[in-house]
């Protein structure tokens, strides 16, 4: 009995306030934008959503790619694991650089960026004792020894790196009209004479976990095309 009455007086509340509204002009009182349902409530929200759910996207396509390439070379079971990523201008990209490692810098043709493409120590030097030994009646590991970074190691991964590459190329939608116009393999990371030095680069890194070969890697490429 008590809910029907409270019914009845909200009903009647009601009818009055409109009836005040119509004779006296009293305009309706709006509701905040943020509350109406309309095109564009939440929109620049839905476009950080959007963004996040497209690099996530681009980076699951980046493992798997990676994964079908290196299940050809590694040994058992291994796994990739993308990592917190990076954005920095082409120019502070030395505060990132993780040192003398491996480097294969992909200039892009039309345009005055470039791509690079990194592998730590052991990556870099575990992949390519894994296709010496695949390709050589000679088992041992010839990189054991190195007591530093040496390019002697892209004799052996040079062109599967430049393959990992384009590979990874295709996942993006306009990949017709992303070209290699040269490739350089170097131990530490330099710059381009050409180069928009003021760019904003994606460093993405990566984390490969496998008995024989473990370590860190990275991607990085122009910020504009993260989401295209």
């Keep these: ?76 079971a291994f796994r990739i694991t993308s990592e917190t990523e990076q954005c920095l201008s082409y120019a502070n990209l030395s505060s990132w650089s993780p040192g003398r490692s491996y480097f294969s810098l992909f200039e892009m043709k039309h345009s005055n960026s470039v791509w690079i493409l990194h592998f730590s120590r052991t990556v870099g030097e575990g992949l390519a004792s894994l296709v010496h030994t695949k390709n050589s009646r000679n088992h041992a ?39 290699v116009a040269s490739c350089r393999h170097i131990l530490q990371l330099g710059f381009l004479r050409d180069s928009v030095m003021d760019e904003e680069y994606i460093v993405l890194p990566f984390y490969l976990d496998n008995r024989e070969c473990s370590g860190n890697f990275h991607l990085v490429f122009p910020h504009r095309y993260l989401l295209l």
């Design 1 to 76: 009995m008590l809910n029907q009455t409270s019914v009845t007086e909200i009903t009647s509340e009601e009818i009055l306030q409109q009836m005040i509204r119509e004779t006296f002009e009293v305009p309706k009182i709006e509701k905040p934008a943020s509350e109406e349902n309309f095109p564009g409530a939440g929109f620049s929200q839905q476009i950080e959503r959007d963004s996040e759910s497209k690099e996530n996207l681009l980076v699951q396509r980046l493992v798997n790619t990676l994964t079908a390439q290196l299940q050809t070379i590694l040994p058992g």
């Design 141 to 179: 590991n010839i990189f054991n020894d190195l007591r530093e970074a040496d390019s002697i190691t892209y004799l052996e991964i040079g062109e599967m790196l430049r393959k990992f590459f384009v590979s990874l190329l295709e996942l993006w939608p306009k990949s017709d009209k992303l070209k």
